[in-house]
Every structure is written in C-alpha cells, then in structure tokens.
C-alpha cells in the first residue's frame, strides 16, 4: 500500500534524510519512531504530497507522490500533530465542509460525515462548537477529518501529544480500531504509544532508517541476550557455583549485600541466545537451596529505541542532527494548526469535485 524507496531530502547543507526505504503493508499499522528532529515530519510531508523529495521514490495505493499527487492526496486522511481545526464550527458542520473540499460528491456527503462521527465516537458532541471541546475530543475530529472520505491510507503526525493519559487511552484504541480497514502510518516518539497500537516499527535517527520490523522480531535480533534476577538462600560460594554450571549461562554476578538473614543472596544472570529459565530454577531446587525470587528480563521496545537512537552519526549525516522540521517548530505549528481560510472556501466553491492540494490532508 506505501512504498518508500531510497528517499533523500537536502535543505542547502543539511540533510534531512537520507536513503530511507520502507513499506507498509494493507491494513496494517506502522509505528514511526525517532527522536525531535530525526527526520519524521520531513517523511510524513513528502508522503501527502505537501513537500517534493530531493531524490528517491514514494508509492501511495501504487501512485507516485510526485507525478500523481493529486491522486495520492485523493488516497490519504492526514492529521498533522495539531488538527486544522475551525474552532467557531460545529463538528458536524466542519466534516460537512471537510467532505465538500476532499471531493466527497453532494449524495455521499450525510453518510461519509455520520461514519466519520461515528468511527470516532462523536456522535454526542456532533453539534458541539469545536472551541468548547477537550482537547482529547479534538484529536478525535482531527481524526473524523482525516477519514471523513473514506481514504485507504491514514497518516498520523503524534496524534497523542498533549494528552492526558486517560484521552491517550482513548486516542489509541480509536486509532486500533481503524486498522485493517485502513493502512496507517503513525508518526510518534511517544513508545508505548507504538506498543499499544503497531503491528511494526520502523526506526529513524538522523535522517536515516535505522530498523525496520516487528517487534517482537526486532527486539530479538537488536538485543539477543536475555537476564534473571534471583534471590537464593543457601551458601554463597555454593550457589554460585551452581548457578555458572549452568547451560547457558554466560555470566553470574552478586547484587548487594546478603540479606536478611545473612544465607539469602541476591544474584543477576546473563544469558544469551537460549533461554535457561527453567533450568535455572531446577537446579536451585535439586541443590538444595531455597529460592525466593526468579525474574526474567528482556529488553523493550524502549532500550532498543535508546540503543538505536543514541549512537554517532555515520560519516555524512552529522548535519541531519538538527534538521528544518525541528528548527522551524513554531512556523510549522502556525502553518498546521488552522486551514487557510480563503483558499478553503475558493476551493470549495469551485466545484464538489475537485480536491485541494493544500487542504486534502
């Protein structure tokens, strides 16, 4: 459904991006990670048409952003991290008016705004004024305008930023429920957002693709190794022992002082690539020892994400650090948070048919 291959974007001297290749299959939920500045706005611009790549290629529904952008925009809902909302309008009324701009025809217009209402649980708030709105619900008609057409592909730009965790809650199983039905791109750096609500990751830092994957499968091949923490009464030296003879076992190092009483230890195993949990406690018990505590460790989506992140930049992509999208924050907001009125309004008073190429998203 997307295809991003070996995209590049320089401003001047800086480079944004740099040979970055994904896809996103249909239907599925692809959570975008990186840190400020690493380069996902910059994707998510050029994806929706608003901003040309320098070099490389991006598909849409198998439309090329660039030669067929108005058929791309025809073909994604997005919501950039703050919603084009206006404010002094009705929600039914905006969906109404976002419907008529995207190109919904007059007869399809009342269903595709009460499945929009609908799909994001608006429907006691329908005839609200969105300025009276939390800001929870707003993200929600941030997200009724970007589906309000019915597109195959959702981009969300930090769809969950501002919330309080209780609208986050909210927000992610809205966003949960929209998949299969749609393919979606969720832009964040927010990680448990990604864990509650993406099928795979793809990783960015400074410019360029990092990792790419499942979780689960990611957080195998990145990190490997696997440890426990124990708590064993018995003697030292003899648990110790114990413990390193066991297969798989790379490393047994003392946590702490002992205990009280002084025969319970604490201990930290190192394991790699085969698991030895359960031999583990087998050989405390046919030892003899007394064990009172055996927790198993494995590396998060977040350790990955701070492994990833956190390295030297390669020869080349120094000057990715700091990229447009993270220098010009304010004009970015500015430019985002309300549509231009007058172009709105002359767009949509041309015809019901033609879509805006600076308000389709």
């Avoid at 295809?3 to 970055?20: I, N, P, R």
């Avoid at 003899?238 to 604490?266: F, K, M, N, W």
């Avoid at 406690?281 to 055996?294: D, N, S, T």
């Avoid at 120094?318 to 970015?332: G, L």
Wanted: aromatic letters at 4%.
């Amino acid at each position: 459904m997307i295809e991003v291959d070996h995209l590049h974007k320089v401003y001047g001297s800086t480079v944004a991006l740099k040979d970055v290749s994904f896809a996103v299959e249909p239907g599925e939920i692809l959570g975008f990670l990186g840190p400020n500045g690493a380069g996902k706005t910059t994707t998510m611009r050029i994806l929706t048409g608003y901003l040309p790549a320098t070099s490389g290629t991006a598909k849409v529904a198998e439309y090329d952003v660039h030669a067929d952008s108005m058929a791309v925009r025809q073909r994604i809902g997005y919501l950039p991290e703050r919603p084009p909302l206006y404010l002094d309008m009705t929600v039914e009324a905006f969906l109404h008016f976002v419907a008529r701009i995207k190109g919904v025809a007059a007869g399809d217009r009342p269903a595709q705004v009460t499945y929009a209402i609908q799909r994001c649980g608006l429907a006691e708030k329908q005839s609200v004024l969105i300025r009276k709105l939390s800001k929870g619900f707003r993200q929600r008609v941030g997200i009724a305008q970007a589906i309000v057409h019915d597109p195959p592909v959702i981009v969300l730009d930090e769809p969950t930023s501002g919330l309080d965790p209780r609208q986050n809650n909210e927000v992610r199983q809205l966003i949960s429920s929209l998949a299969g039905d749609h393919t979606i791109i969720l832009s964040t750096h927010i990680l448990p957002e990604v864990n509650a609500t993406c099928d795979r990751v793809a990783i960015i830092n400074r410019g360029q693709l990092v990792a790419a994957g499942k979780l689960d499968t990611l957080m195998a091949q990145l990190t490997g190794t696997v440890s426990y923490d124990l708590e064993v009464r018995g003697d030292f030296e003899g648990i110790r022992q114990t413990l390193g003879a066991i297969p798989g076992v790379d490393a047994v190092e003392s946590v702490g002082h002992p205990l009280e009483p002084e025969s319970r230890h604490r201990f930290q195993l190192q394991a790699g690539e085969t698991d030895p949990g359960e031999a583990i406690a087998a050989a405390i018990v046919q030892a003899g020892f007394g064990l009172y505590e055996l927790r198993r460790h494995q590396a998060s989506l977040e350790d990955v994400f701070l492994n990833l992140t956190t390295e030297e930049p390669t020869e080349g992509t120094a000057k990715a650090a700091t990229t447009p999208e993270s220098e010009n924050d304010a004009d970015t907001a500015s430019s985002s948070e309300v549509p231009e009125a007058a172009s709105m309004a002359d767009q949509a008073d041309q015809t019901d048919h033609e879509v805006s190429p600076e308000t389709n998203h």
